[in-house]
């Protein structure tokens, strides 16, 4: 069975970061995208960031260009999203998600970590 599981969500202050992880499992990592997708309450869902391992490519959304990095660890079947100059709006559950096109429908989500940012 196909399975996402993210962690490293949590609380932290303005300016602060954060590292997600996103485990993967049940499928052939190397052929799928895996990316990054937040909802917050009252706001559209947001494309975050996604990385395709076949291509060595990286992409990110302009709200987060610049603050966040994303990276895989492809031995652990693992992508991280390293979240840097943290800000009140990035506040969202943060889901892990698997398809095969970046920016297109992801077949696969993640239950979704809660990344609080204070001001």
């Known amino acids: 069975e196909v399975q996402l599981v993210e962690s490293g969500g949590g609380l932290v202050q303005a300016g602060g970061s954060l590292r997600l992880s996103c485990a993967a499992s049940?499928?052939?990592?190397?052929?799928?995208?895996i990316g990054w997708v937040r909802q917050a309450p009252g706001k559209e869902r947001e494309g975050v960031s996604c990385?395709?391992?076949?291509?060595?490519?990286?992409y990110y959304g302009e709200s987060v260009k610049g603050r966040f990095t994303i990276s895989s660890d492809n031995a652990k079947n693992t992508v991280y999203l390293e979240m840097n100059s943290l800000k009140p709006e990035d506040t969202a559950v943060y889901y892990c998600?698997?398809?095969?096109?970046?920016?297109?429908?992801?077949?696969?989500w993640g239950q979704g970590t809660q990344v609080t940012v204070s001001s």
């Open positions: 998600v698997a398809g095969a096109v970046c920016w297109s429908y992801y077949e696969y």
């Open positions: 049940g499928f052939t990592f190397d052929d799928y995208v």
């Open positions: 990385i395709s391992n076949s291509l060595g490519k990286t």
